[in-house]
T-cell receptor
Framework: DTAVSQTPKYLVTQMGNDKSIKCEQN?????MYWYKQDSKKFLKIMFS???????INETVPNRFSPKSPDKAHLNLHINSLELGDSAVYFC?????????????FGPGTRLTVL | LAKTTQPISMDSYEGQEVNITCSHN???????ITWYQQFPSQGPRFIIQ???TKVTNEVASLFIPADRKSSTLSLPRVSLSDTAVYYC??????????FGKGTSLLVTP
């Protein structure tokens, strides 16, 4: 069974559209994250939730809104998509919320905005 | 931005030992040193973590000198499948991992 799964794996859309990426983990972890990896392969944290509560919200446009319906899910909604949003988005989870807690990453969602 | 410094890229032949050194001069007393690996088209995965001296697991060894301002990830006898990006994490990341750009390792026959 996949520990951290994301859907879809690929997402191609037009500028201005609204899209969502779903993430689910079956590890029983309390903390989930969203990361963005741009074309230069720079991997940057976007959000972190611990027990459905937002604990990290980096400088991300408010067009991006995470939603955690329960501990096992952290979905990412993106409104009014822009060309610069094209990237690979990774979901991750960990038992705790410290750097010493191993994070388990999903396979990534490659978003292409045309 | 990550407060670590590591080489942008390294090349190696199969069967060789590869050592990747990372500088983290601002490491604090309670900080741990953590390395992740990312294969092409996959998410990062944890490799190893240590506090001081030496840590070894089935994948790699981590050497940490007494001042802890640097660490060296050692991959014994690399194979083609070890081609990946290796990240030394900012020990002061706090709640979220700060990856930086990592070291891109290319292993060739």
């Amino acid at each position: 069974d996949t520990a951290v799964s994301q859907t879809p794996k690929y997402l191609v859309t037009q500028m201005g559209n609204d899209k969502s990426i779903k993430c689910e983990q079956n590890l029983g972890h309390d903390t989930m994250y969203w990361y963005k990896q741009d074309s230069k392969k720079f991997l940057k944290i976007m959000f972190s939730y611990n027990n459905k509560e937002l604990i990290i919200n980096e400088t991300v446009p408010n067009r991006f809104s995470p939603k955690s319906p329960d501990k096992a899910h952290l979905n990412l909604h993106i409104n009014s998509l822009e060309l610069g949003d094209s990237a690979v988005y990774f979901c991750a989870s960990s038992q705790g919320d410290r750097i010493t807690d191993t994070q388990y990453f999903g396979p990534g969602t490659r978003l292409t905005v045309l | 931005l990550a407060k670590t410094t590591q080489p942008i890229s390294m090349d190696s032949y199969e069967g060789q030992e590869v050592n990747i050194t990372c500088s983290h001069n601002n490491i604090a007393t309670n900080d741990y040193i953590t390395w992740y690996q990312q294969f092409p088209s996959q998410g990062p995965r944890f490799i190893i973590q240590g506090y001081k001296t030496k840590v070894t697991n089935e994948v790699a060894s981590l050497f940490i000198p007494a001042d802890r301002k640097s660490s060296t990830l050692s991959l014994p006898r690399v194979s083609l499948s070890d081609t990946a990006v290796y990240y030394c994490l900012d020990p002061n990341s706090g709640y979220a991992l700060n990856f930086g750009k990592g070291t891109s390792l290319l292993v060739t026959p």
